[in-house]
């Protein structure tokens, strides 16, 4: 068994191959933890002695000394209360929140793997997809490994990398390219998911697992739950579970899979987008199925167009698991729990996405992203006969219409650039679009 199976919270496993444990934990704390899950064995390791069975024994786990990504409010705020306290008792009443906290986080985690797995186990029933983006600063062109000091970083084009991985039976990586023209966004997010189902091998499983960053701006909202709700509609998933991780605890396999993009940048230079795409694909094992996308499906202004056809669900934020599902009466349902570990899914009887099951637009819909339906189709109705074929790939929607303005934005660019470091650069903007 791996360690980020028996420790779920060692997945941010860094480029050089160690586990990463979160760096709001101190070796004491870990030690703490130990004595606490040790308290029935009749010996226990001193502190001492546990720092030396560590160093021996995992020389691979390390707490690093800055945390890459985003801090944990709930933890900074617990830690300061335990280190200001005054009294004995509000200094335990923080480090009990504390471990609570922690412990929530790492369950949610847990949660996630077991989803992971169940998709490699049992393809024919689920697949799980992860979706998240990488730091821009990190892509953009044209990459030196060791930048000059004359090219100033505001004259480089700006890329911008959506991870995603697939488990269904196997894992396969992608990695999304978009210039700076197309914003990070709900429309973006679901673009690339659709790209996914459309690029499917084999027939669609009846239970779709998402685990998404927990953003609002690009996830956690009513147009990434309006496009899940009309693939429900549509029958091409009979269930869909969207997870959230705690904010600050979100780093999982996508960033490990970051972090070896990055290290192999490190590397090597990467003047056009070939050989970004290159770089890519030759750092990561299994190798990433590299696109770009120049354009997105504009879902936010259909869903926004009078009338409206969904529900706007409130107080969406707060809760971190949430399960579509088509209802014995044929519509499509929501229900949410704030914690993987909870009960109950509330409401009892779930709350109906649509305001109006406006059959026309929905086919529409359905025409401008066309998906296959999954194998079985439970629900013989005019809905499911709609979708029970390929439909065709015009997209009918009002794409993005900046993405003529790509060529003439790296034109501009690069010729600021070339002027700063002459013949390296002279034929970028001819070549930047060249990759396959």
């Not at 790509?406 to 690069?414: N, P, Q």
Request: aromatic share 10%; net charge positive; proline share 4%.
């Amino acid at each position: 068994m791996r360690l980020e199976d028996k420790h779920p919270a060692a997945l941010n496993t860094p480029s050089d191959g160690k586990y990463h444990l979160p760096n709001n934990f101190t070796k004491k704390e870990v030690y703490d933890h130990y004595k606490t899950h040790m308290s029935q064995m009749q010996s226990v390791l001193q502190y001492s002695s546990f720092k030396r069975y560590w160093l021996k024994y995992y020389p691979l786990v390390t707490i690093p000394t800055t945390n890459k990504f985003s801090v944990c409010d709930f933890c900074e705020l617990y830690k300061t209360k335990r280190d200001k306290a005054v009294t004995k008792l509000e200094k335990a009443e923080a480090i009990e929140a504390l471990q609570l906290h922690r412990k929530q986080q790492t369950e949610e985690r847990a949660a996630a793997g077991r989803r992971r797995w169940k998709a490699l186990d049992t393809p024919k029933d689920c697949a799980y997809i992860q979706i998240d983006g990488m730091d821009q600063k990190k892509t953009a062109m044209p990459h030196f490994s060791k930048q000059p000091k004359s090219v100033d970083g505001a004259t480089l084009v700006g890329v911008h990398l959506v991870g995603a991985m697939v488990f269904h039976g196997k894992m396969q990586t992608r990695a999304f390219l978009t210039y700076n023209n197309i914003k990070s966004d709900s429309n973006l997010t679901i673009t690339v998911l659709h790209k996914i189902l459309l690029e499917w091998e084999g027939p669609l499983p009846p239970t779709l697992y998402l685990q998404l960053d927990n953003t609002v701006r690009e996830n956690k909202n009513n147009i990434l739950f309006a496009y899940l709700a009309m693939l429900l509609d549509r029958n091409i998933f009979s269930k869909i579970k969207l997870g959230f991780l705690l904010v600050g605890h979100t780093y999982d396999f996508v960033d490990q899979m970051f972090s070896r993009f990055s290290q192999a940048l490190r590397r090597e230079n990467a003047f056009t987008m070939s050989r970004l795409r290159s770089v890519i694909q030759n750092s990561y094992d299994p190798k990433p199925i590299t696109s770009i996308i120049l354009q997105t499906w504009d879902f936010k202004n259909f869903i926004e167009t009078e009338p409206k056809l969904f529900r706007t669900l409130n107080d969406i934020t707060h809760n971190q698991q949430y399960k579509f599902k088509l209802a014995s009466t044929l519509d499509v349902r929501v229900w949410c729990k704030q914690f993987s570990t909870d009960q109950t899914w509330e409401p009892p009887a779930g709350v109906k996405n649509y305001v109006n099951a406006d059959g026309a637009r929905l086919m529409l819909a359905s025409q401008q992203l066309p998906l296959k339906s999954y194998a079985e189709i439970k629900w013989q109705t005019k809905r499911a006969q709609n979708i029970g074929t390929l439909l065709r790939r015009e997209m009918l929607f009002d794409m993005s219409k900046q993405s003529d303005k790509i060529y003439r934005l790296i034109v501009i660019l690069s010729s600021r650039m070339s002027r700063k470091i002459g013949g390296i650069i002279g034929s970028f903007s001819k070549r930047l679009l060249g990759g396959t």
